[in-house]
């Protein structure tokens, strides 16, 4: 057995990743192609079963060789069905039957999973997660998604829809979010919502300010010119990121009352500000936190960058 191998597929809008991994999480093979939504997104699970043929073939090995696929994907999914659907990034409004095609198609047993809960996944089993039984993962990317592992298991939900972090209410007068209310996590500490904020904050602003005076000239802003600026001392971006900063730290440390978990994770895109990031949250998580919970929960950067997503959907594969 300790000679088999699994197969971590994470499906993206863009780009699908692949990779080849020992039982122990260890990456041997990984390559990736780009996402074909074409035609209602028909063409994308056949793909995926001939790209996985081909460098099975191409590496010499046979599909007994393998435990397991695990599938990380966008879009509701149906665990007893083996489905998914409303993945409008993919083109999936209806359902797929990515379980059922994918065995056929490949030999080898396939499991499904969202996505943000195999980053999860993935940093919880090989990253700043340390494999413990308790992590909340949360990603700060065009949006702010999330992964809540409990006990060692993935919480879903009635509805599956457990970890919907970006969504937590963290202004009730705030600005309006896609999901159709107000004041969500993701309208502030998203990549998206930061430069949100900084416009909306710039528009009253007077003083003197090198971010006022790049978006006073119709520039395009990034969260990152936000931040490198603010690590300047440029008192408008100041005033952004201590916003973003603080109502992040709120919500992750209610989350982190009600769950105590072992570690909070920050990944996605803005956590590429580091340590100058963690720091500003942490302080508002722990001004927030109940005394037990500031004690016993830390709060981290993820580690695994883009491979995240392939080691958890790997994880998926319980090999006993």
């Known amino acids: 057995m300790t000679d088999k ?19 122990k999480g260890e990456i041997q093979q990984k390559w990736s192609m780009e996402t074909n939504i074409l035609s209602d997104g028909q063409l994308i699970i056949p793909d995926i079963i001939d790209s996985i043929n081909h460098h099975i073939e191409m ?6 060789q393998f435990v397991g696929i695990g599938l990380g994907s966008p879009g509701t999914i149906n665990f007893e069905e083996g489905t998914i659907k409303g993945a409008y990034n993919l083109n999936w409004q209806n359902s797929v039957y990515p379980v059922r095609d ?4 490949t030999g080898i047993p396939v499991k499904i999973e969202n996505d943000a809960n195999v980053a999860a996944l993935g940093e919880r089993w090989m990253g700043a997660g340390n494999n413990a039984n308790d992590v909340v993962f949360v990603t700060l990317g065009t949006g702010v ?9 993935i919480l879903h939900g009635a509805a599956g829809a457990a970890g919907e972090i ?9 600005f309006m979010c896609t999901c159709g209310k107000r004041g969500c996590l993701e309208t502030i500490a998203s990549a998206t919502g930061i430069v949100r904020v900084a416009r909306d904050r710039a ?15 119709g520039q395009d802003i990034s969260a990152k010119d ?16 201590n916003y973003v900063c603080d109502s992040l730290g709120f919500a992750l440390a209610n989350i982190a009352n009600s769950l105590n978990p072992k570690y909070v994770i920050i990944g996605g895109g803005v956590s590429g500000a580091g340590k100058y990031l963690t720091d500003k949250v942490d302080a508002a998580m722990k001004k927030n936190e109940f005394a037990t919970i500031r004690e016993s929960t830390e709060l981290k950067l993820a580690s695994l960058g883009n491979e995240a997503g392939v080691i958890g959907a790997a994880s998926l594969i319980k090999v006993d």
Request: proline share 1%; aromatic share 6%; charged share 25%.
């Open 5 to 23: 191998k699994l197969i971590g597929v994470d499906l993206g809008g863009t780009t699908i990743k692949f990779a080849i991994l020992t039982l």
């Open 102 to 105: 994918i065995e056929k198609g």
């Open 145 to 153: 998604g999330g992964g809540i592992i409990a006990n060692g298991n």
């Open 203 to 217: 528009s009253e602003y007077a003083g003197k300010s090198e971010l006022k005076a790049m978006l006073d000239d």
């Open 166 to 174: 970006g969504h937590v209410t963290v202004d009730p007068n705030g």
């Open 226 to 241: 936000v931040f490198d600026l603010a690590k300047e001392n440029d008192d408008l971006a100041l005033i952004v990121v």
């Open 59 to 64: 590496y010499g090995m046979k599909a007994d």
